[in-house]
């Protein structure tokens, strides 16, 4: 009976992380949408849809991806002030900030210091993470230092902060598939669809912020 009793605990359990992973794909399809479009409500989304999969990779125990997305949450304030701020100088130059997207340019400075961090942040996470019990190290450092690279670029309206996605998610599709997390490797894959979309829409409908 106590085995019973177990079991049916563990199937509830398992019931309410699969109900956390599509409510992350529900949340996760608008995000990425209002991305391409360069919609700031794009970033509430992204605080539902950071909490859920931080969640999700938790269970897992992917903790470098369980950090990464309670970062994206945090992020999403900062990228909706740093949006808006975007929106009103646009505005001041161009007298119409519906007209395009706002783009800021990716400076050597901040390329270097990318580079550096991704570098550093991929050999830290993989040596944490190994103490830590990961079940996919190497992919679960280098997808986790990609994002955050990807992220800060994202809420600086770096256009090329897309070509980081199609990379980064492309292999988190291959390491939910691999640790069984079918609906979040649908939302990754849907990911690197809209990540290939938005690059040239934006490289082809921005316009630059002085």
């Given at each position: 009976?106590?085995?019973?009793?177990?079991?049916?605990?563990?199937?509830?359990?398992?019931?309410?992380?699969?109900?956390?992973?599509?409510?992350?794909?529900?949340?996760?399809?608008?995000?990425?949408?209002?991305?391409?479009?360069?919609?700031?409500?794009?970033?509430?989304?992204?605080?539902?849809?950071?909490?859920?999969?931080?969640?999700?990779?938790?269970?897992?125990?992917?903790?470098?991806?369980?950090?990464?997305?309670?970062?994206?949450?945090?992020?999403?304030v900062w990228g909706l002030y740093q949006w808006r701020k975007d929106s009103r100088a646009m505005k001041a130059?161009?007298?119409?900030?519906?007209?395009?997207?706002?783009?800021?340019r990716l400076g050597t400075k901040a390329a270097l210091w990318s580079l550096a961090a991704f570098v550093a942040?991929?050999?830290?996470?993989?040596?944490?993470?190994?103490?830590?019990?990961?079940?996919?190290?190497?992919?679960?450092?280098v997808t986790s230092s990609m994002s955050v690279v990807a992220t800060f670029w994202l809420g600086r309206s770096?256009?090329?902060?897309?070509?980081?996605?199609?990379?980064?998610?492309?292999?988190?599709?291959?390491?939910?598939?691999?640790?069984?997390?079918?609906?979040?490797?649908?939302?990754?894959?849907?990911?690197?669809?809209?990540?290939?979309?938005?690059?040239?829409?934006?490289?082809?409908?921005?316009?630059?912020?002085?």
């Amino acid at each position: 009976q106590q085995v019973i009793a177990y079991l049916r605990k563990l199937s509830w359990f398992m019931d309410i992380i699969k109900l956390i992973e599509i409510f992350a794909l529900v949340t996760g399809v608008p995000y990425i949408v209002l991305e391409v479009l360069q919609k700031n409500s794009m970033w509430y989304f992204g605080i539902a849809t950071g909490l859920a999969c931080a969640y999700s990779f938790a269970v897992q125990h992917l903790w470098s991806n369980m950090a990464l997305n309670i970062y994206y949450a945090g992020m999403s304030v900062w990228g909706l002030y740093q949006w808006r701020k975007d929106s009103r100088a646009m505005k001041a130059e161009a007298g119409d900030a519906a007209a395009s997207i706002h783009l800021n340019r990716l400076g050597t400075k901040a390329a270097l210091w990318s580079l550096a961090a991704f570098v550093a942040g991929t050999a830290v996470l993989i040596w944490a993470l190994r103490l830590a019990g990961d079940s996919n190290v190497f992919l679960d450092a280098v997808t986790s230092s990609m994002s955050v690279v990807a992220t800060f670029w994202l809420g600086r309206s770096i256009p090329y902060h897309w070509l980081v996605w199609i990379v980064a998610n492309t292999a988190l599709v291959v390491m939910c598939l691999d640790g069984g997390q079918h609906w979040l490797a649908v939302l990754y894959l849907a990911y690197v669809a809209a990540a290939v979309y938005g690059l040239f829409h934006w490289i082809r409908n921005g316009k630059y912020v002085n």
